[in-house]
């Protein structure tokens, strides 16, 4: 069996974009097995350290208290919710895995603006998922209030695009 490197290549840049940290495919010719580690970032939970107890000498009866627990830290708020006032907003929503593009090219006008009014069915931006621009329509009219992703910038499935106030 010969290996179309592009074919492999195409495949490897897909398996990158996605959670996907184990693949194996075997055939009686062909065997490929993909692990990925690389991006992954431990999380680190601050702990209060412990006291270490050491032995008074004899004839020292000099108590020690241990120091006070450490604070914990906050996790982080979401940036990409609407505030209170702003519940009536809808999200238009990524239905894939793949990067963001606010226009059809580099020299091209966005799809839409902060303040545009859009109607249902008109493409507000391109996610391109495995060297394919698949355009995303809005799926309600409205005005877009919110563009919550920067162009270029890789978007998750469900992740929030644009929040938009129906009309």
Known sequence: MSINFNE????????????????????????????????????????????????????LTESVSPPPPAPVAEPPKETSTPSAIDQKWT??????????????SPDEAPFVEIGDAIRKGQPVCIIEAMKLMNEIEAEISGQVMEIAVANGEPVEYGQTLLWVKPA
């Open 8 to 59: 492999l290549r195409d495949l490897l840049g897909a398996i990158a974009q996605t959670d996907i940290t184990e693949l194996s495919l075997k055939t009686d010719a062909f065997e490929l097995s993909v692990r990925k580690n690389a991006g992954q970032v431990p999380v680190v939970v601050p702990v209060a350290p412990i006291p270490e107890v050491i032995a008074a000498p004899a004839g």
């Open 91 to 104: 999200a238009v929503t990524s239905p894939m895995v793949g990067t963001f593009y606010r226009a059809p």
